[in-house]
């Protein structure tokens, strides 16, 4: 009988995340290091969230607990964090990374563990081309919003000299691809290009051989510390004019903090909708969930992706607890069978077992006196 027992906790350990029957989440991402904005803002965004839904009963009432660990934006440190998540922590799935480098280090792990890896922040087509059955996604791909850019750009201000700064690995070549197509696609070519290394400000060299160019406009592809210092160096050396647009993983407020009184006219693109606007009833919902946990909030682009991820997967999961005690695969199966999910966007979420992309929409902000105001595209 006492072997039944313990066999009968053992599988709730294996299934359920814990004895206790708390659905424990992992996550590993930038707490630490020139990316930590993006890990804080994303995980606050999940943790809040779950916090509401366990205060309401939870998932079938389970608690939902999400454990965090720091990776400070750097591949090895994430496939360590993951490999103590399933192993140590024996967390039920993965979700709410931040970054593509991260990302691609871990999906081996994820494909032999065959363990769900939901939504991570990165728009990396690797993740959605060819379809991986363990990783969904939430936000619109890079290709989208490196589209959204160049329809701006080109299609809308008739601007063709158009440059690129993005950061030397797996995050900043799938911007390079992605504009690469964009452009393309116009008959165009990619004016010129210049780097940075991960996890670095050093700028400065690029900056100066993007002035000798003189593009019209400026693509960036980077993370918002070094993006914020190439913006000032550039317009040191004589960009004052060009158009600087940022894609969304650079951290919004964080880059209008970092550039200051630079920031006037600096574009991003964005996924989500605006978050200080609360006709939209997800929106109001963020704020009112945010504020009520956290007395200090203002909304941000990534606190909101975050909130609607956490929304998303408590979708899946009462889905997936319909059919029983919750189980990897069960979770897999309902979330390939999410139709037509709207987290109150009026943009609704389908998955299939041949498509795990949720949101297509893509958004351009402006930064002006500190804050943002959205762009018609």
Not at 24 to 40: E, V, Y
Not at 120 to 149: C, D, I, Q, W
Not at 240 to 259: C, D, H, P, Q, T
Request: aromatic fraction near 12%; hydrophobic fraction near 40%.
């Amino acid at each position: 009988m006492r072997k039944l027992v313990w066999l009968w906790l053992g599988l709730l350990v294996c299934f359920s995340g814990n004895a206790w029957g708390e659905i424990l989440i992992g996550a590993s991402n930038a707490q630490s290091g020139p990316a930590k904005f993006l890990g804080k803002e994303y995980s606050k965004g999940f943790q809040t969230y779950f916090q509401y839904v366990n205060e309401n009963g939870g998932i079938g009432g389970q608690k939902i607990k999400f454990l965090v660990r720091d990776d400070g934006y750097e591949p090895d440190a994430a496939i360590t964090n993951t490999k103590l998540l399933i192993n140590q922590d024996k967390v039920l799935f993965l979700a709410g990374y931040v970054g593509t480098p991260t990302s691609k280090a871990v999906v081996p792990i994820i494909e032999r563990e065959k363990i769900p890896f939901f939504f991570p922040f990165t728009g990396a087509e690797f993740l959605r081309n060819p379809v991986k059955r363990h990783v969904f996604n939430l936000r619109a791909s890079y290709y989208m919003e490196t589209e959204a850019m160049v329809h701006y750009l080109v299609d809308k201000l008739g601007l063709k000299k158009i440059a690129i700064f993005y950061q030397d690995d797996s995050f900043g070549r799938a911007g390079l691809a992605g504009l690469k197509i964009a452009m393309e696609k116009r008959g165009l070519s990619i004016f010129g290009e210049a780097t940075y290394p991960r996890n670095t400000l050093a700028v400065k060299k690029a900056a100066y051989q993007m002035s000798l160019l003189k593009p019209e406009a400026i693509v960036l592809i980077g993370a918002y510390k070094p993006c914020a210092a190439f913006i000032k160096a550039a317009k040191k050396f004589g960009l004052k004019n060009a158009k600087f647009i940022n894609i969304s993983f650079v951290g919004s407020k964080a880059l209008a903090r970092e550039l200051g009184k630079e920031g006037d006219g600096v574009l991003i693109t964005q996924v989500v909708p605006f978050p200080w606007d609360a006709s939209i009833p997800a929106v109001a919902e963020y704020q009112r969930i945010m504020e009520r946990y956290h007395p200090d909030f203002e909304p941000g682009f990534v606190s909101l992706e975050g909130f609607l991820a956490a929304k998303t997967l408590v979708a899946i999961l009462k889905k997936a607890s319909e059919e029983g005690p919750l189980t990897r695969e069960s979770i897999i199966r309902a979330a390939e069978s999410l139709k037509g999910f709207d987290p109150g966007l009026n943009d609704k979420i389908t998955f299939s077992p041949t498509d795990h992309q949720g949101f297509e929409k893509v958004y351009i902000t402006e930064i002006k006196n500190g804050k943002f105001k959205p762009v018609s595209l």
